[in-house]
């Protein structure tokens, strides 16, 4: 028996003494501030307490380690402080997913006790192990210092109170999530709830010759194991093409290590992965198909019609007559490697059984689509599945394909409780879809004026197993090929292949990273080759209203990229070491394809609002835009009087939160509804109009998927940028300066937030991302393994805000989602380039060689 004090009180603990603290404070005592990132691998701080008045890391800290000893989590410290902390970090923009800002909060408790009074370094020293895929950092130590002012002082934290457009409105329940008490789906408890664990296959390409799972039946706590047969509906699923398995068949060929073989059912999770472990499979390993290169040739199909999922060719102009007339040329092959989203929540969803189905709570960024596939999977109809969204920990794109979801509404769907499946960290980097590698070749001129003449282009993206959205996102890859500038004649073609790799799909900026990282590169070669000044060069070619992107689309409003040129310039002009780069990024799916979003308005006693939408709250603040449009186009001065809320249940159709459209769309449809009850408004209260229901909706249905140059609408609106990198006299990256067109800029706080996040994950991109595979596995399943940058790994960020009103947005706004990580790894790539002389062609960067 251990005893220990937990928030003040004796508890007795009679257990297994080598069970994590995490697992006991959240499975046992049901305390779940303290969150589960990294799967007991010390690696991200989400689970940080504190035990006898020091940080430690409940994930990797066994009961027997804290006998005797004084335990406290959130959940144990005073309110008042408690709300100092909560505020400060909402009142600065330092939450946005919030799964991490509990580990943070905490840390910066057993801080402050030490030093009342921090200068920034020091709270960036004390803060340098946890970590934040959102924000960039920069949010949180102001947050810190602000904490710190506001205890020394006894002082409240102000919000905004302004319920409006332009203002910093604080973020929906962001309080509550800095505090843990804004439930995730892991946070999520009913009764009589079972768990659930999946078996992975153990080879990429494998035939599977017999599933034994005999001793995993016999054992403790196992209620069910599921396999491919016991699929009732449809087994295959896919964003796009449904060519992705719930379950392989025994008899069938595995495609890649995520293929999940067989599904365990039992009272605990750990009685679930044990039984996993007892599965028996007995294969026929076959050779994979690794290299993307070889797959339009090679004899191993991944899938029957073959081994090329799509491609984007553009061709416009003469571009070999121009080049023959060029003054100067540039061309290279480029390539980047796969990185991970690295979110903090790994997946993880719930399924309780209802009258008349199931009903799913889930994270997923588009629950209307996820919706239908289950439906599909099951049998069912579209009315007997449910989903909910609930907040979800960071994205990034890393959750618009299911995972666990399906699994969880099939064994809900035979055993009739409630089924929570997770996966594991290691799990979550070998089973979702990744951004893709690539590889480039590009070749650029220009005419003896520095004004760019053609580009040739070849791209190549792996997409793995499964095609999730590899086609669109070497589409994306494709139409941005000629990046922030015009060309007189292009001819690009992209490619998306399938291969036994990990999949490979939707990630922040969607295949234009990989683009823009190949094209800035040959920018500056051709400024060397030409002379030419690279901020010069750049601005005289940029795009601008009647200039014409890659496929054709002539610009005219809203661009604003020259603006963020003239933004950086005087900071370019005195920095000794630097780099530039631009970029473009469409906001909106577009390329033809229908979008819709409706929204549905309900008044309720005493003037309360539910707003319900379709629409993914990830970190980026979607519920909070909604708010303050609403407020703005209803002239409704108490934001809090309106809740957000996602289901299907609604009709509200929106989704999937992708391509930086979220605000765009929903803020459109809102506005629409808006009309009605402004109206109203003029003569009765918000509380008169109690009981009444008001409905909006969005749909651009006006874009193209091809075209003839100079007609073609590609996509509704687009977002620019120009980052500068700067490099101090050691060669050490200094500072990232950040300029962005966001048409009109909604809401300061949450737009800086995105922005900064986006640089932080553009420098991981550039240094140090990459997720390690050799062979179609894993070489490793710790999160650290992925790269991703703490806060003492990250330069100086500075943000600018550049607004070009446009007119397809609400009230002139456009999303930023994507376009804060796209021109970072390029601009340092350039600076790089600038110090040591050296053209780096391949993600992540060699470091630069230090002057003598």
């Given at each position: 028996?251990?005893?220990?004090?937990?928030?003040?009180?004796?508890?007795?603990?009679?257990?297994?003494?080598?069970?994590?603290?995490?697992?006991?404070?959240?499975?046992?005592?049901?305390?779940?501030?303290?969150?589960?990132?990294?799967?007991?691998?010390?690696?991200?701080?989400?689970?940080?307490?504190?035990?006898?008045?020091?940080?430690?890391?409940?994930?990797?800290?066994?009961?027997?380690?804290?006998?005797?000893?004084?335990?406290?989590?959130?959940?144990?410290?005073?309110?008042?402080?408690?709300?100092?902390?909560g505020r400060a970090f909402v009142a600065k923009g330092a939450v946005q997913c919030g799964f991490c800002t509990p580990g943070f909060l905490t840390r910066?408790?057993?801080?402050?006790?030490?030093?009342?009074?921090?200068?920034?370094?020091?709270?960036?020293?004390?803060?340098r192990f946890n970590l934040c895929r959102c924000t960039g950092y920069v949010k949180i130590v102001d947050a810190v210092l602000e904490a710190a002012a506001a205890l020394r002082g006894k002082t409240e934290i102000p919000f905004e109170e302004k319920a409006a457009i332009a203002v910093s409105s604080p973020k929906f329940k962001a309080v509550d999530r800095a505090l843990g008490r804004k439930p995730f789906v892991d946070d999520l408890r009913f009764e009589g709830m079972l768990h659930g664990?999946?078996?992975?296959?153990?080879?990429?390409?494998?035939?599977?010759?017999?599933?034994?799972?005999?001793?995993?039946?016999?054992?403790?706590?196992?209620?069910r194991v599921l396999l491919a047969t016991d699929i009732p509906g449809q087994r295959n699923s896919g964003l796009i093409i449904e060519d992705w398995p719930l379950m392989i068949e025994v008899g069938e060929i595995t495609r890649y290590i995520g293929d999940v073989l067989a599904s365990v059912v039992?009272?605990?999770?750990?009685?679930?992965?044990?039984?996993?472990?007892?599965?028996?499979?007995?294969?026929?390993?076959?050779?994979?198909?690794?290299?993307?290169?070889?797959?339009?040739?090679?004899?191993?199909?991944?899938?029957?019609?073959?081994?090329?999922?799509?491609?984007?060719?553009?061709?416009?102009?003469?571009?070999?007559?121009?080049?023959?007339?060029?003054?100067?040329?540039?061309?290279?092959?480029?390539?980047?490697?796969?990185i991970d989203h690295g979110f903090l929540e790994v997946e993880c969803c719930v399924v309780i059984p209802t009258d008349s189905g199931i009903k799913v709570f889930s994270q997923s960024q588009g629950p209307y689509r996820e919706r239908d596939?289950?439906?599909?999977?099951?049998?069912?109809?579209?009315?007997?599945?449910?989903?909910?969204?609930?907040?979800?920990?960071?994205?990034?794109?890393?959750?618009?394909?299911?995972?666990?979801?399906?699994?969880?509404?099939?064994?809900?769907?035979?055993?009739?409780?409630?089924?929570?499946?997770?996966?594991?960290?290691?799990?979550?980097?070998?089973?979702?879809?990744?951004?893709?590698?690539?590889?480039?070749?590009?070749?650029?001129?220009?005419?003896?004026?520095?004004?760019l003449t053609a580009l040739h282009a070849r791209i190549l993206g792996d997409t793995g197993a499964y095609a999730s959205v590899g086609g669109p996102v070497m589409d994306r890859a494709g139409t941005h090929a000629c990046g922030g500038y015009h060309f007189e004649a292009v001819d690009i073609e992209a490619r998306s292949v399938y291969t036994n790799n990990i999949p490979c799909g939707a990630m922040r900026g969607f295949g234009v990273n990989q683009a823009t990282f190949a094209l800035e590169s040959l920018i500056d070669e051709l400024c060397a080759r030409g002379g030419f000044d690279r901020w010069q060069f750049r601005y005289d070619n940029a795009l601008d209203i009647g200039k014409m992107l890659a496929p054709g689309q002539v610009l005219t409003a809203s661009v604003g990229l020259r603006e963020t040129l003239l933004s950086v310039?005087?900071?370019?002009?005195?920095?000794?070491?630097?780099?530039?780069?631009?970029?473009?990024?469409?906001?909106?799916?577009?390329?033809?394809?229908?979008?819709?979003?409706?929204?549905?308005?309900?008044?309720?006693?005493?003037?309360?609002?539910?707003?319900?939408?379709?629409?993914?709250?990830?970190?980026?603040?979607?519920?909070?835009?909604?708010?303050?449009?609403?407020?703005?186009?209803?002239?409704?001065?108490?934001?809090?009087?309106?809740?957000?809320?996602?289901?299907?249940?609604?009709?509200?159709?929106?989704?999937?939160?992708?391509?930086?459209?979220?605000?765009?769309?929903?803020?459109?449809?809102?506005?629409?509804?808006?009309?009605?009850?402004?109206?109203?408004?003029?003569?009765?209260?918000?509380?008169?109009?109690?009981?009444?229901?008001?409905?909006?909706e969005f749909i651009c249905d006006y874009t193209d998927a091809d075209g003839k140059p100079g007609e073609i609408i590609s996509h509704i609106s687009y977002g620019y940028a120009t980052n500068l990198a700067i490099l101090d006299e050691e060669g050490r990256l200094e500072k990232i300066i950040a300029s962005h067109d966001a048409g009109r800029i909604l809401n300061p706080k949450l737009f800086e937030g995105q922005i900064e996040g986006g640089v932080a994950m553009g420098v991981g991109y550039a240094l140090t991302e990459k997720v390690p595979v050799k062979d179609g596995k894993l070489t490793s399943g710790k999160y650290r393994a992925l790269g991703i940058?703490?806060?003492?790994?990250?330069?100086?960020?500075?943000?600018?805000?550049?607004?070009?009103?446009?007119?397809?947005?609400?009230?002139?706004?456009?999303?930023?989602?994507?376009?804060g990580c796209i021109a970072t790894a390029p601009a340092i790539a350039n600076a790089f380039c600038d110090y040591d002389g050296k053209r780096r062609f391949s993600l992540p960067l060699d470091p630069v060689a230090k002057k003598n």
């Open positions: 028996m251990i005893e220990l004090t937990l928030n003040g009180k004796l508890q007795q603990f009679l257990g297994d003494e080598s069970i994590s603290l995490l697992s006991w404070l959240r499975n046992v005592k049901n305390l779940t501030a303290a969150k589960d990132g990294c799967s007991g691998q010390a690696a991200c701080g989400a689970c940080l307490v504190e035990v006898d008045e020091k940080a430690v890391l409940a994930c990797v800290t066994p009961m027997k380690k804290v006998a005797g000893k004084k335990v406290v989590t959130l959940e144990g410290l005073p309110e008042s402080f408690l709300q100092t902390l910066t408790k057993i801080f402050l006790q030490i030093n009342q009074n921090p200068t920034r370094a020091e709270v960036e020293k004390a803060l664990a999946l078996k992975f296959s153990d080879h990429p390409r494998a035939r599977v010759l017999s599933i034994d799972v005999s001793a995993a039946e016999k054992m403790a706590g196992v209620r039992a009272e605990t999770e750990a009685q679930a992965r044990a039984a996993v472990e007892a599965i028996v499979v007995e294969y026929e390993v076959l050779e994979a198909l690794i290299d993307m290169t070889q797959a339009l040739e090679s004899d191993i199909k991944v899938h029957e019609q073959g081994n090329l999922l799509g491609e984007k060719i553009i061709r416009r102009g003469n571009v070999e007559a121009l080049f023959e007339s060029s003054s100067f040329i540039a061309s290279g092959t480029f390539t980047t490697p796969a596939e289950i439906a599909h999977q099951l049998g069912l109809s579209q009315e007997q599945v449910e989903v909910e969204v609930v907040d979800c920990g960071g994205a990034f794109g890393g959750k618009e394909d299911m995972t666990v979801q399906g699994h969880a509404a099939l064994a809900c769907h035979y055993l009739k409780v409630p089924v929570k499946y997770k996966l594991t960290r290691p799990q979550s980097i070998r089973m979702h879809p990744k951004r893709h590698p690539t590889i480039l070749k590009y070749e650029i001129g220009c005419d003896e004026k520095g004004m310039k005087d900071a370019y002009e005195k920095a000794r070491y630097k780099g530039l780069a631009c970029a473009i990024k469409n906001c909106g799916v577009g390329n033809g394809l229908t979008e819709e979003s409706k929204v549905i308005i309900e008044v309720h006693e005493g003037g309360r609002i539910t707003l319900h939408h379709g629409w993914t709250e990830m970190g980026q603040g979607v519920h909070t835009i909604a708010r303050q449009v609403l407020c703005e186009a209803t002239g409704i001065t108490d934001i809090d009087m309106i809740t957000p809320f996602v289901s299907t249940a609604s009709g509200a159709v929106g989704g999937p939160t992708t391509a930086s459209r979220g605000t765009l769309l929903l803020g459109r449809a809102i506005i629409d509804a808006a009309e009605e009850l402004k109206e109203d408004l003029q003569n009765h209260s918000l509380a008169e109009l109690a009981g009444k229901t008001y409905r909006g940058p703490k806060m003492g790994n990250l330069p100086e960020i500075e943000v600018i805000g550049v607004e070009s009103d446009d007119p397809e947005g609400p009230f002139g706004a456009k999303g930023v989602g994507e376009i």
